[in-house]
Structure formats: C-alpha cells, structure tokens
C-alpha cells in the first residue's frame, strides 16, 4: 500500500541574508500588493486570460467610465460577477503572512491596487485601497456610497435617478487623494518597500516602489515572472506569495 500522499511541500526558498539583516533591523515596512496576491484565492489577474463569461472582455475596456456610459448594464453585470466569485474565495497564505507581518513592526503599511477586500478579511488592519473597494457602491452622479439598493434593474437607480456604479477607480479616473497622500508618504519614509502580485504597469501606483526606492528603501520584488520592476529591484523573490511570504515570515523578528 502505498504511504500517505504527503501535500506538496514547498521547496524551501534561498532567501538573502542580506534581507533577512534589513527586516531584523527595519522599523518601517511598506507593502504595495496587486492582482497576484489574490490570485492563489482562485481570484484571475488582469493579465491572466480571464475564463468563462468574461474570457472576450478586456478589463481596460470594462473598466472604464467609457465603457460604463456605453453599456451600463453590462459593466454592472461583470462586476456583479466578480462581487459573486469574491464572496465565495478566502484569502490565502500570502494575505495571511502579511496580516501576521503587520504584527511584527512599528510602522507597517499595507497599500494595495486590489479592490477584492481580502487583506482586510485575512485580518490585515491598515489597508490602503488605492482603486476603492468592489463591495461599496456608489451614486455615479453624486459619487456617494449607496449602503442599499433594491436589485432587479441592471444597474439599480440611487433614488436621484442616476445609475449606480461600483465604488472602484476605473482607467482615466483620479485615486483618492488621501489614500495616494499615505501610500506616497509610506513609500518616501519606509526602510524596506515590497512589491508583490504587480505587473508594475498600471500608474500612478506602479510609481510608488521608485519612490521608495528614490528614498533609499531596499525594494523587494515577489513574482513568479519578470516585470518591468524587476531590474530595479534589490532583491527579487521569485515565486507565488502564497510559498514566499510564509518562508519571509518565519525568518523575520518575532512580533514586536
Ligand atoms: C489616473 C479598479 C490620473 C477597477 C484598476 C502615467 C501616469 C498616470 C496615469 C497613467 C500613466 N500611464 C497610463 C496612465 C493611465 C492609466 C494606466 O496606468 N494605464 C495602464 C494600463 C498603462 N492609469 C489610470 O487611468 C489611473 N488613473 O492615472 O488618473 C488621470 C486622470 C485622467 C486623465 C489622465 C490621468 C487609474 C488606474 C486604476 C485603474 N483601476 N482597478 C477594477 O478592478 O475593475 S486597475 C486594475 O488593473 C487593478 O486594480 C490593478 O491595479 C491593475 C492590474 O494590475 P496588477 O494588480 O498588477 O495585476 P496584473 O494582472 O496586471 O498583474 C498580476 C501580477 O501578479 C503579474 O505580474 C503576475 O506575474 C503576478 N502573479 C500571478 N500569480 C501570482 C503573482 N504574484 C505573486 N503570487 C502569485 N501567486
């Protein structure tokens, strides 16, 4: 009889001592996370080809007020979709690590472009959404958030008769200003900057690891693959978060 599958263990991951010395000496730690963070949830990234009803839509077409002006109810609809795949995903290993990280330092901020929630559902406590949150719903003329609404039409009418949209940023719209005053703030002052699960190609976030780096933070890159942030990375950690993160956390400081 054969024995007991053992679950895949990871290979252990060659993690520099020269990072491991930055992390036990930092006091400031900032962290700028996307799509690929959420992407071990079952959550598809934006590059990935996205599967089933959505595989011929592309999200820079969706995700834009163009887009919604065009086809309201299809845009509703997509982001319905995603609200529903959300809500039935949990975070993984590497939003977990990083609420344990928060744990670990002084200063820790956590900034992330996903609009998921599932930092803040891993138990993560200072969360910096940068293209707002797909849970919250807002006036798309008075761009109030909207608590309630009756389902039934797509999209659903905020009671001044406007249509109501989801509360995220779309391509050619402003972030928040506050929310882009901290991340830019946390980026100048932090000692170490990681940036995992970003393609680094969609601004003004994708500026923010120069930024730190400009400062004379050490940037941490984690990614399976290349991005255009890789050659001006100090250390890159190539691999899912969801392997990395656990490894970069049992070799950090225990919780201050
Ligand atoms: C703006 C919410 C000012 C909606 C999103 C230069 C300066 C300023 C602006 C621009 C500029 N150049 C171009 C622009 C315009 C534009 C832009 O950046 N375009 C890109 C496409 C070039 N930026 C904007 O429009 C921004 N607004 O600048 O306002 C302004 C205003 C008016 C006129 C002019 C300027 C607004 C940008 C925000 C858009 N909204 N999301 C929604 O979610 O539906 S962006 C959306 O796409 C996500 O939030 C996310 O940020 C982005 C996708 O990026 P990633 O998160 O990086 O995900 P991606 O799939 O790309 O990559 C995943 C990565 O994970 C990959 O590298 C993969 O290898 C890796 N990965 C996979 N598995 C794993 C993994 N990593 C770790 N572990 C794994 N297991």
Not at 102 to 130: C, K, M, W
Not at 164 to 186: C, I, K, N, S, Y
Request: aromatic share 6%; with cysteine.
């Amino acid at each position: 009889m054969g024995g007991r599958h053992e679950p895949e263990r990871p290979m252990p991951l060659a993690i520099p001592p020269e990072l491991i010395a930055r992390l036990a000496g930092a006091q400031r730690i900032a962290v700028l996370t996307g799509a690929g963070i959420s992407a071990e949830s079952g959550i598809p990234t934006f590059r990935d080809a996205l599967t089933g009803l959505w595989a011929r839509y592309d999200p820079l077409q969706l995700a834009t007020p163009e887009g919604f002006a065009r086809d309201p109810a299809l845009v509703w609809d997509w982001y319905a979709e995603r609200r529903r795949r959300i809500a039935q995903v949990q975070p993984n290993l590497g939003h977990l690590a990083l609420a344990q990280m928060e744990q670990r330092y002084p200063h820790f901020t956590l900034v992330t472009q996903n609009v998921d929630g599932l930092h803040q559902r891993a138990g993560s406590r200072t969360v910096i959404e940068l293209h707002g949150n797909i849970g919250r719903v807002k006036c798309s003329r008075e761009l109030t958030v909207v608590a309630a609404y009756a389902e039934g039409e797509s999209p659903p009418r905020c009671p001044c008769g406007a249509w109501l949209r989801p509360d995220v940023v779309w391509f050619g719209e402003l972030l928040p200003e506050q929310a882009m005053e901290q991340a830019e703030a946390a980026a100048r002052n932090c000692e170490v900057f990681f940036t995992i699960g970003t393609s680094a190609e969609v601004y003004p976030a994708a500026e923010l690891p120069m930024t730190a780096r400009a400062a004379g933070a050490a940037v941490v890159e984690i990614n399976p693959d290349k991005t255009p942030l890789t050659r001006h990375a100090h250390f890159v950690l190539h691999g899912p978060a969801g392997v990395v993160l656990p490894q970069l956390l049992a070799r950090m400081p225990a919780a201050a």
